[in-house]
Structures are given as C-alpha cells and as structure tokens.
DNA sequence: CGCGGCTTTGATGTTCATCAAGTAAAGTGG
DNA sequence: CCACTTTACTTGATGAACATCAAAGCCGCG
C-alpha cells in the first residue's frame, strides 16, 4: 500500500488550499515550526474522548471517523471526515477536552498544529480569522445537517444517504470499497446491523446496487435518489 | 403584559455578559450605531430560511425555536434558544442565506447587529474573534450534542429530556409553562403528537408529573432523571 | 485448525406512527 | 357576544417499521 506523502514545508503543501491562503510566508513559516504530520494506519486511533486538546488536527489524507462511546461499550459514529476537512468540530473553541474519538478508517495523514498558534493567528491576522471560521461553520453546518436528514427518513432512505454519500462527495465514483463495516454503518446512521444488511440485500435483488462484500457498484442511480428524496 | 425594555447603548446593555464583554467603548458605540433591537410578540416569525443574511441576531429575552419546514408543510424543530444566545447558529459564515426559520415562541427581544461590523470587528480585534468563536462554537456543539441525545433515545427518555431543559435549563424551577404546543414538542424531538401526550400521560399516572393543560410541575425528578439517562 | 469477529437470513416481539373519533380550547366574523 | 370554525388535545385500536434474538456460514489470524 502507498504511504502518503510527508510534507515538510507548509508553504508547498498541496493540501493547503483550505483556510490557509491567504497566509503569509511569514505566517506560514510560524505554523511550520509547530506542526507533526503523522501516517495513521486503518482502524489507529487518532484521538480519545476526554484528553486535552493541544492541537488543530487537519486531515491531509485518508478518511476518519468521528465517535462517541456510549456507556454500553457501544460506539455512535457522528460523522466521517475527509480530506481537507478539519478533524475535531468546534470544541477547540468551546472545550478543553475533546468531546469525541476520532479514528483512521482508511490510511491516513493529519497534520497537527499547535493550538496557540492557530489562536494567535486569529488574533493578529483578521483576514485568516473569517477565513477560518468560514471553513469550520461550514463543517459543523454540515454535521448538524447531516444528522437531521439521517434522523428524518426511514432505514432505506438513510442507506441510500450513506451509498450517495460515499459515492458522490467521497469517492467521485458509482463503484468504489466501503471503507467501514456494515456495524459501523449501522453507528452512523443509528439502525442495527442485521437492518443495515437486509436493506442492502434488498437493493441488491431490486438491482439497484451491486454488492461484493465490500465492494459495491451504484446501478440505478435514479432511483437510489428516488429512495433517498422520498426518505 | 409586561413589554421587554428597550435598551440605547449597548455599554449599558445587561445583556453585555456574552462575547462583547471585552469590547472597547470605541468598538461598542460602533456596534451600538448599527444595531436595531425589536420585539417580537408569541408566534411572530423573525426570519425565513432563504431570505440573506444580513445581521448578526442576538436574543436579549425571551425564548425562540429554530426549525426547518418540510416539503409537506411539516415543520422541524433544531433547537430552542434562550436569552444571550447568538440564534442563527454559524450560518453567518458559511452561508449567503438563512438555513432556518425563526419564530419566537414567547414574547422576544431580538438585537440585530450588521453582519459588517461583527464581520470588521474580528479582523480589527483579535481579542473579540477569540470570545465571539467560543461563544458561537459552544452553542454549534451544543446543538450537535443535542440532537444526538434525542436520537439516540427512545420516547419516554425523550420526553423526559425536554422536561428536564425546560425545567433546569430555561426555567429553573420544576414548575412551569410549556411555551411550545404538543405538536411543538413532537416536532422538536422527533416523534408523533400522540406520543407525546401519550407519555406525558403516562408520567401523570406514574406520578412522575403533573399536568393541567400547559402547566408542568415535576413531582419526581429522580425518577425522571433515571428515565432519561436509560434513555 | 479453531476462535472470534463480521456477515447473512429467518422468526419473533416491541416500539412507534398512523388512523379514527371525540372533547376541549381558542380564534373569527357577523 | 354568540355561533361557527379551526386548532389543540386526548384516548383507543391497528398495523408498519424496526430491534432483537437465534443460528449458521464466512473469513482472517494467531
């Protein structure tokens, strides 16, 4: 397997078309000084519920989940971040801990950041502010979205949300490997496993998908989205 | 009924606590020249989803919901805000447009601030960008961590949740006035209106509660609280 | 090879929305 | 102010949607 690429100078980082633009050498060189890229391996953790947060965590590479771990050992998956996305919601701002467990679900490379840096970024350089404010309510926008239009339809209509999710905004492809399992489906869109399965099956014997274990092929696009508008 | 006052300058507002709370007299008579304050009678919108942003909304008093309307004349309930909440959630920066309506469901009072000034304010004053996004962020994570203790309960540890907020949260004291209908309450935390009174019932005869009409009064609250934390 | 975790299917029961029908309360126009 | 209409509230009955339980096949891994 290819292990991304470490990048040792902001200033040349392909991933920093985000919230950093507008930064200047001089800026980007103070970010540079205090940041650790790090490759997590599939299913490493990244981060644990409850320890200090220390840094801005950006996601350079790969595709990480976000969840929470309820009292019954059971995990409830909020969201799954991808690349360019800002790992961590908003509690860098409102908490001193983070708020949830963040784990690899495919290689990935984070780009860790010195919190102070980052808050004393948006003190001296207004510009970089709204920049990033702009970037990170529009992630936790998402979230809140995304959680209300899971939480509005009924078990078919979120697989096909999960199928369009991962098809569309992830992997730009009608075919492509689910990166997590059919529990962990089931965690993110709070349904059980064996419903999560028997959905899928059913798409599958409607020919609407196409399933080999992990990997699975979009047929009938059309009416997939007809399932997901109709919830 | 009693009309909310009027504040004219906001050094002097004693809703001031919040972010503005380490403005300078410069900045503040700034804001103060471009900020209207309204009251908004029970029932009256505020805003519409779609309509442009173009004002930063603070609620001074009062008590307002956040909703979506559905295709079929539904309506969503997002959350309830209370006095010296930012209401508009993060919209103001990752969105040209409103995301949710606004309605207050008691008698209001809404400061409106151009979105310019707060917008100049965290470029010029670093300080301010710092207390503003904590603020904001908390009640984004707020609201995310909300609706996930609603979805990932069933009804009676729903029902008691919002019990619970409007008991501790809003009105401080185990006796009060439901300020939204049953319909309301479905709408908030994802269940039929039947249900909702269905279980509110069921807490009277349980003498967990008492109801007549809108009026609650919490009888048992330990037992309430095991509800909602069984979930 | 055998163990544990993931996957799958069927059977069963619970939770919940929906339908129906009636009462109470709150607006509305004459 | 009263008849009228609409909206909110309430209860019971029914069925649909869904979780849970049970059992078996599959796969990777030590």
Known sequence: MEIPVKVNNCKDCIYRSWAFKNLSEEDLKLINNKKTERLFRKGEKICSEN??????????????KLYKTETNDKEHIISISRPKDFIGLLSIFSNKTQVYSITAIEDSVVCFVDLEIIKNLIITNGIFAIDFFEKISAIADSVIKTRIDINT?????????????????????????????????????????????????EFRKDKIIQIEGKDIEILDLKRLEKIYELG
Not at 51 to 64: A, H, K, T
Not at 157 to 180: E, H
């Open 51 to 64: 320890e200090p947060i220390s840094s801005f965590m950006y996601l350079q590479n790969g595709l990480v």
């Open 153 to 201: 339809r009924q078990l078919r209509g979120r697989i096909a949300y999960i199928l369009l999710l991962f098809s569309k905004q992830i992997y730009n492809s009608s075919k492509f490997g689910l990166p997590i399992s059919r529990k962990e489906i089931a965690e993110l869109i709070d349904m059980s496993t064996e419903n999560v399965i028997r959905v899928l099956s």
